[in-house]
């Protein structure tokens, strides 16, 4: 697998950052100077390094935009991350360029041209204007812009021509050293080649030698991707307040479709997120929302949402909503079914999920506690909490009932037999004693009890012969 790059360039990024691009004539500008003109603007006479007055003069309708760093760096790291969707190689070259190694994606989308035709759409979407650029090493894929067609990966050689082609003017050097490189009467790149690297770097410098050698593979030229954002964060504002959660629908379905393009793009899933309710009166409500288990869907996230939503009330109107997606999870496609049984039941996980939605019903899991009393082991956790670790002794109670009773409900005794609802239990002869002293209380003698409607019970006789129903199998 040999390696393949491409540059995207943004030749007008610095003046397209924040509106994209415009059909009336702009500039952008710094120190009275203009650094940059787009196509209306040159239309009209505008080029870089003229003063403005001078600009304004020949384009009366001139849009004059001064120049800010941190908004061209923030639109450049926006469209780097877009392209995430395509491979996890993905470096920015600032000011304006990003740099796509994508020789190790070419079988997940097809071959090389279905790669392409991706690369078109998004910059056929892409908000600013673009130029295409290829290589096999990333200085290469930065000169070589604006390729013919092609179906394939062109072969080393024609990569080396069109190097070879380039002029030495339009190269990325500094200046003084173009026309060093100039001064001899060479006027292309390829006329450098066959001179020996060493006499090449002792007559124009270590860093021209460095470079030539990267651009030519010769020398490893490393670049440090970009990781994706984490974690998900979004936030939509309102231009005017609400106080009718039923219209937060489709701000909430749209900030969980970028979550699930974000999820998908990753191979992630959440397992938790939460919504951030912004007020007018500065105050933020959290909602939390759990699922049973690590999914990505948005259908299935704004329907438990919306259930969690429903038990809301708004103290104050409602000026914007934020999503936190939390600690993603890696998706293991390997446990997924790839053939399910058509006829099998829905997994209980999505009933568990809207119960747990509903506070008013306290669900719970049962779960462990530190009480000596049968009545006091039994505590509730939340029922999409992450299970406790186990202990050692875990396992010394797995014949209990899972159904325990507290208090204890007591028994009616008729011929010294215990009933329950009105009916006779037979009890089993196995017997089991609880002796706590330290509680000042009797000891308890536990027996296994079957009623007549096959209820399977678990009961105890108190010192004072007095017969109670702690639980049931």
């Given at each position: 697998?040999?390696?393949?790059?491409?540059?995207?360039?943004?030749?007008?990024l610095?003046?397209?950052?924040e509106?994209?691009?415009?059909?009336?004539?702009?500039?952008?500008?710094?120190?009275?100077?203009?650094l940059l003109?787009n196509?209306?603007?040159?239309?009209?006479?505008?080029?870089?390094?003229?003063?403005?007055?001078?600009?304004?003069?020949?384009?009366?309708?001139?849009?004059?935009?001064?120049?800010?760093?941190?908004?061209?760096?923030?639109?450049?790291?926006?469209?780097?991350?877009?392209?995430?969707?395509?491979?996890p190689?993905?470096?920015?070259?600032p000011?304006?360029?990003?740099?796509?190694e994508?020789?190790?994606?070419?079988?997940?989308?097809?071959?090389f041209?279905?790669?392409l035709a991706?690369?078109?759409?998004?910059?056929?979407?892409?908000?600013?204007?673009?130029?295409?650029?290829?290589?096999?090493?990333?200085?290469?894929?930065?000169?070589?812009?604006?390729p013919?067609p092609?179906d394939?990966?062109?072969?080393?050689?024609?990569?080396?021509?069109?190097?070879?082609d380039?002029?030495?003017?339009?190269?990325?050097?500094?200046e003084?050293?173009?026309?060093?490189?100039q001064?001899?009467?060479?006027?292309?790149?390829?006329?450098?080649?066959?001179?020996p690297?060493?006499?090449?770097?002792?007559?124009?410098g270590?860093?021209?030698?460095d470079?030539?050698?990267?651009?030519?593979?010769?020398?490893?030229d490393p670049?440090?991707?970009?990781?994706?954002?984490?974690?998900?964060r979004?936030r939509?504002d309102?231009?005017?307040?609400?106080?009718?959660?039923?219209?937060l629908?489709?701000?909430m379905?749209?900030?969980l479709a970028?979550?699930?393009d974000?999820?998908n793009?990753?191979?992630?899933?959440l397992?938790?997120?939460r919504?951030?309710?912004?007020?007018?009166?500065?105050?933020r409500?959290?909602?939390?929302?759990?699922?049973?288990?690590?999914?990505?869907?948005?259908?299935?996230?704004?329907?438990?949402?919306?259930?969690r939503?429903?038990h809301h009330?708004?103290?104050?109107?409602?000026l914007?909503?934020?999503?936190?997606?939390?600690?993603?999870r890696p998706?293991n496609?390997?446990?997924?079914?790839?053939?399910?049984?058509?006829?099998?039941?829905?997994?209980?996980?999505?009933?568990l999920?809207?119960?747990a939605?509903?506070?008013a019903?306290?669900?719970?899991r049962?779960?462990r506690?530190?009480?000596?009393?049968?009545?006091e082991?039994e505590?509730?956790?939340a029922?999409?909490?992450s299970?406790p670790?186990?202990?050692?002794?875990?396992?010394r109670?797995q014949?209990?009932?899972?159904?325990?009773?507290d208090?204890?409900?007591?028994?009616t005794?008729?011929?010294?037999?215990p009933?329950?609802r009105?009916?006779?239990?037979?009890?089993?002869?196995q017997e089991e004693?609880?002796?706590?002293?330290?509680?000042?209380?009797a000891?308890?003698?536990?027996r296994?009890?079957?009623?007549?409607?096959?209820l399977?019970?678990?009961?105890?006789?108190?010192?004072?012969?007095?017969?109670w129903?702690?639980?049931?199998?």
């Open positions: 697998m040999s390696a393949l790059w491409l540059a995207l360039h943004f030749p007008l610095a003046l397209e950052a509106h994209g691009p415009r059909p009336e004539p702009r500039v952008l500008v710094r120190a009275n100077r203009v003109a196509p209306a603007a040159r239309a009209a006479g505008v080029e870089a390094g003229l003063r403005l007055g001078t600009a304004r003069a020949l384009c009366e309708t001139l849009e004059v935009h001064e120049a800010r760093a941190d908004q061209q760096h923030q639109a450049l790291l926006r469209e780097a991350r877009q392209l995430l969707a395509l491979t190689q993905v470096c920015p070259a000011p304006a360029t990003v740099l796509l994508v020789g190790g994606c070419l079988k997940l989308f097809g071959g041209k279905p790669l991706r690369v078109d759409r998004y910059r056929l979407h892409c908000p600013l204007t673009s130029r295409l650029g290829i290589g096999p090493t990333p200085l290469a894929a930065w000169h070589l812009t604006d013919p092609l394939a990966p062109p072969e080393a050689a024609r990569f080396q021509a069109w190097l070879a380039l002029p030495l003017a339009e190269l990325d050097l500094d003084r050293l173009r026309r060093r490189l001064a001899p009467g060479f006027r292309t790149l390829g006329e450098l080649f066959p001179l690297r060493a006499a090449l770097g002792k007559r124009f270590v860093d021209f030698l470079w030539l050698q990267r651009l030519l593979g010769e020398q490893a670049r440090k991707p970009i990781s994706p954002p984490r974690p998900f979004e939509l309102f231009d005017d307040p609400l106080d009718d959660l039923d219209r629908s489709g701000p379905g749209t900030l970028k979550l699930e974000t999820l793009r990753h191979q992630e899933s397992v938790t997120l919504w951030h309710l912004y007020l007018n009166n500065g105050h409500d959290t909602l939390i929302v759990r699922r049973a288990r690590q999914g990505h869907d948005a259908a299935t996230w704004l329907d438990l949402s919306q259930r939503l429903s009330e708004l103290s104050a109107p409602l914007g909503l934020g999503l936190d997606g939390g600690r993603p998706r496609p390997g446990l997924a079914e790839l053939f399910p049984d058509p006829g099998a039941r829905p997994p209980l996980a999505g009933l999920e809207k119960l939605g509903e506070p019903l306290g669900v719970y049962p779960d506690g530190d009480g000596h009393l049968p009545e082991t505590r509730g956790r029922p999409l909490a299970a670790k186990p202990t050692a002794d875990d396992g109670d014949d209990r009932p899972l159904w325990l009773l208090p204890p409900r007591p028994l005794l008729r011929d010294r037999v009933h329950w009105g009916r006779p239990l037979t009890l089993f002869p004693r609880f002796s706590q002293p330290w509680h000042d209380l000891a308890r003698r536990y296994v009890a079957h009623h007549p409607d096959g399977c019970c678990w009961v105890f006789e108190d010192d004072q012969a007095r017969w129903l702690q639980g049931f199998f």
